[in-house]
């Protein structure tokens, strides 16, 4: 009777340990109890009654990211190209992640097709290469509202590649050839506007200084003239008033007449022909010498 009892005691610590389960950090078990939802194992360690209870589910909680093959989609102007998506969900709710539909994955899959092909087929060619943020930002909206009786919650969407048919693609990289050649035209032209508009402004400003310099060169002149002449103007004042001071006779005068008219000649002249009357041009003189005195 003891041996009976030592082995049934055995057994059941045998089905005791066997039924042992220890729930890692970000994961969660679904229990079922006689086919029926029972209750969801958190973290730490639980033990399930044999034959009657049942793990339904070893579920994740860790953010997943799913990579789906690229699909063909058509744009707004017919235009067929391949779109690859990445979506970065995680299980919120392990119960409904077990029971709300047969295989989530491939169920998010085929609702991202779907949401994408609409979406693109809203947009032209140009639209979806440019508009990838605004994909992302609906296509994340519209799964993550699908989703949710699922237990999953697609925290974002991204688009990985859009590939354009290959005749798209030459005509796309033709035209960025053409518009990088325009841009470059472009600055060449305005490097070379630049270019003028500096050697306009030096030649001008050239202009201006050597005017400049030429004006104060004839103001320079002028003045030294005007000058020369109060010099030779002073003299001959002075020159008379010496005349007066010594109270010349005809003679002298004459004979200053004469002087006069070697400096006009400036040793240049071959030949001064003097006047006969040259009494007449000393009383020239003395006339002079009068007006002086008066």
């Given at each position: 009777?003891?041996?009976?009892?030592?082995?049934?005691?055995?057994?059941?610590?045998?089905?005791?340990?066997v039924n042992i389960r220890i729930v890692s950090q970000s994961n969660a078990y679904v229990l079922?109890?006689?086919?029926?939802?029972?209750?969801?194992?958190?973290?730490?360690?639980?033990?399930?009654?044999?034959?009657?209870?049942?793990?339904?589910?070893?579920?994740?909680?860790?953010?997943?990211?799913?990579?789906?093959?690229?699909?063909?989609?058509?744009?707004?102007?017919?235009?067929?190209?391949?779109?690859?998506?990445?979506?970065?969900?995680?299980?919120?709710?392990?119960?409904?992640?077990?029971?709300?539909?047969v295989n989530p994955f491939n169920a998010i899959e085929n609702l991202s097709i779907t949401t994408?092909?609409?979406?693109?087929?809203?947009?032209?060619?140009?639209?979806?290469?440019?508009?990838?943020?605004?994909?992302?930002?609906?296509?994340?909206?519209?799964?993550?509202?699908?989703?949710?009786?699922?237990?999953?919650?697609?925290?974002?969407?991204?688009?990985?590649?859009?590939?354009?048919?290959?005749?798209?693609?030459?005509?796309?990289?033709?035209?960025?050839?053409?518009?990088?050649?325009?841009?470059?035209?472009?600055?060449?032209?305005?490097?070379?506007?630049?270019?003028?508009?500096?050697?306009?402004?030096?030649?001008?400003?050239?202009?201006?200084?050597?005017?400049?310099?030429?004006?104060?060169?004839?103001?320079?002149?002028?003045?030294?003239?005007?000058?020369?002449?109060?010099?030779?103007?002073?003299?001959?004042?002075?020159?008379?008033?010496?005349?007066?001071?010594?109270?010349?006779?005809?003679?002298?005068?004459?004979?200053?007449?004469?002087?006069?008219?070697?400096?006009?000649?400036?040793?240049?002249?071959?030949?001064?022909?003097?006047?006969?009357?040259?009494?007449?041009?000393?009383?020239?003189?003395?006339?002079?010498?009068?007006?002086?005195?008066?």
């Amino acid at each position: 009777m003891s041996a009976v009892i030592i082995v049934l005691g055995a057994f059941i610590l045998f089905l005791i340990i066997v039924n042992i389960r220890i729930v890692s950090q970000s994961n969660a078990y679904v229990l079922e109890r006689i086919g029926t939802y029972f209750t969801t194992w958190s973290t730490g360690i639980h033990v399930k009654i044999p034959f009657l209870d049942r793990i339904a589910s070893r579920v994740t909680l860790k953010e997943q990211v799913v990579d789906f093959a690229p699909q063909p989609v058509i744009t707004k102007d017919n235009v067929t190209m391949m779109i690859d998506t990445v979506i970065y969900l995680q299980i919120t709710d392990p119960k409904l992640y077990t029971y709300g539909v047969v295989n989530p994955f491939n169920a998010i899959e085929n609702l991202s097709i779907t949401t994408l092909r609409n979406i693109i087929g809203e947009l032209e060619l140009d639209q979806t290469l440019t508009s990838r943020d605004m994909i992302n930002g609906r296509m994340r909206s519209v799964l993550d509202v699908a989703t949710d009786p699922w237990g999953i919650k697609v925290n974002r969407v991204e688009v990985k590649n859009i590939m354009p048919p290959k005749s798209i693609q030459e005509a796309m990289e033709k035209q960025m050839r053409a518009e990088r050649e325009r841009r470059e035209s472009i600055l060449r032209a305005e490097g070379e506007k630049q270019s003028a508009i500096l050697v306009a402004e030096g030649q001008k400003a050239s202009v201006i200084l050597q005017a400049e310099a030429s004006k104060e060169a004839a103001i320079r002149e002028a003045e030294g003239e005007a000058a020369a002449i109060m010099a030779v103007q002073k003299a001959t004042a002075e020159g008379l008033l010496m005349l007066k001071s010594v109270n010349a006779d005809d003679a002298l005068i004459k004979l200053k007449s004469l002087e006069a008219l070697q400096k006009v000649a400036d040793g240049k002249a071959t030949k001064i022909i003097i006047p006969s009357e040259i009494q007449n041009l000393a009383g020239l003189v003395t006339s002079v010498v009068e007006i002086a005195k008066q």
